[in-house]
């Protein structure tokens, strides 16, 4: 993606009640802490709103079940975060402001609750196990995002499907190398290696990159202005110069204790996203996006590691 002017913040958030029916908050004073990973399991949000009146806040305790929220700039600006209201409380900060605090996951009912009871004849593949534990997911309101071609194995014989559906989508993610989670309400399953098929956003001083990256045994960090493109398995790009190298501890001469080595730099500047915070305050300095991300060179040991851990 090419660099775009940031400035004049944007922001939108709606919270709704199990009919659909919307109620918008953005104009309050609001701060936000998103958490988005691969890791399967439901990504989450902390959501804060001041000054709510008691009605309003009594009404979003009671009646709202689910919170959208979008952010970025007037050049830039999409949804970071979409998911179940699963707490609500009401407090204070001092005489003056009142707060509502939201808590709140992505796709954690279907999660913790999809339950699949089939039956697939001989010949089914992996995709087939995939679409019977979807199936029951669906009904919980999770849609289709983004899936990667998997291998066409057919099944030798058929097979009795009974059980969690993140447990056979988790065998499923094993069996094809691919990692699958829940973002913004939709199923994604990409290849462990590889990205989802958009425009790698670049990253440096220009664009909003803000600090200097990292790297680390986890992978790169990195620290720009809120960018709603930024989302798990995209692709970013940042110049290998304006990375910061990490110290190689001394390895050790004797024992079975080994120093992790440090996640490689990309030659060619690309990353594929493992994990993205998005941190906001409308009325503070906060409006960041901080990314873990790992190089997307396939023969690099670290990629290697995460094929193999599944």
């Known amino acids: 993606?090419?660099?775009?002017?940031?400035?004049?913040?944007?922001?939108?958030?709606?919270?709704?009640?199990?009919?659909?029916?919307?109620?918008?908050?953005?104009?309050?004073?609001?701060?936000?802490?998103?958490?988005?990973?691969?890791?399967?399991?439901?990504?989450?949000?902390?959501?804060?709103?001041?000054?709510?009146?008691?009605?309003?806040?009594?009404?979003?305790?009671?009646?709202?079940?689910?919170?959208?929220?979008?952010?970025?700039?007037?050049?830039?600006?999409?949804?970071?975060?979409?998911?179940?209201?699963?707490?609500?409380?009401?407090?204070?900060?001092?005489?003056?402001?009142?707060?509502?605090?939201?808590?709140?996951?992505?796709?954690?009912?279907?999660?913790?609750?999809?339950?699949?009871?089939?039956?697939?004849?001989?010949?089914?593949?992996?995709?087939?196990?995939?679409?019977?534990?979807?199936?029951?997911?669906?009904?919980?309101?999770?849609?289709?995002?983004?899936?990667?071609?998997?291998?066409?194995?057919?099944?030798?014989?058929?097979?009795?499907?009974?059980?969690?559906?993140r447990d056979y989508l988790r065998k499923s993610a094993i069996n094809t190398n691919t990692n699958w989670s829940i973002q913004n309400g939709n199923y994604q399953s990409v290849k462990q290696t590889g990205i989802l098929p958009n425009q790698a956003v670049v990253l440096n001083s220009t664009s909003g990159l803000v600090y200097t990256p990292n790297q680390t045994n986890d992978g790169i960090i990195a620290k720009c202005l809120l960018n709603p493109n930024i989302k798990i398995a995209s692709s970013i790009q940042i110049n290998q110069n304006d990375i910061q190298a990490q110290l190689i501890e001394d390895q050790p001469t004797s024992g079975s204790t080994q120093a992790s080595s440090p996640s490689p730099i990309a030659a060619d500047g690309f990353y594929r996203v493992l994990l993205a915070e998005h941190n906001g305050d409308t009325r503070g300095n906060d409006w960041y996006t901080t990314i873990t991300g790992l190089s997307m060179d396939k023969t690099s040991a670290t990629n290697s590691q995460v094929a193999q851990n599944g």
């Not at 952010?71 to 209201?85: H, P, V």
């Open 1 to 165: 993606m090419s660099n775009q002017l940031q400035y004049l913040r944007k922001i939108n958030l709606i919270v709704a009640d199990k009919n659909g029916d919307g109620l918008d908050l953005s104009q309050f004073r609001i701060v936000f802490d998103v958490k988005l990973s691969d890791s399967q399991t439901p990504n989450t949000a902390k959501v804060r709103v001041y000054n709510l009146s008691q009605t309003v806040a009594s009404q979003i305790q009671q009646e709202f079940t689910s919170i959208t929220l979008q952010a970025g700039y007037d050049s830039n600006f999409g949804t970071i975060f979409a998911g179940s209201i699963k707490q609500v409380v009401y407090g204070s900060e001092n005489n003056v402001d009142t707060f509502i605090d939201i808590r709140a996951s992505d796709g954690d009912v279907a999660y913790n609750y999809a339950f699949v009871n089939s039956t697939l004849g001989g010949g089914a593949s992996q995709k087939d196990i995939v679409t019977a534990s979807l199936s029951p997911m669906q009904q919980s309101g999770i849609g289709l995002g983004y899936v990667d071609d998997t291998d066409s194995k057919k099944l030798p014989r058929s097979k009795v499907m009974y059980g969690m559906s």
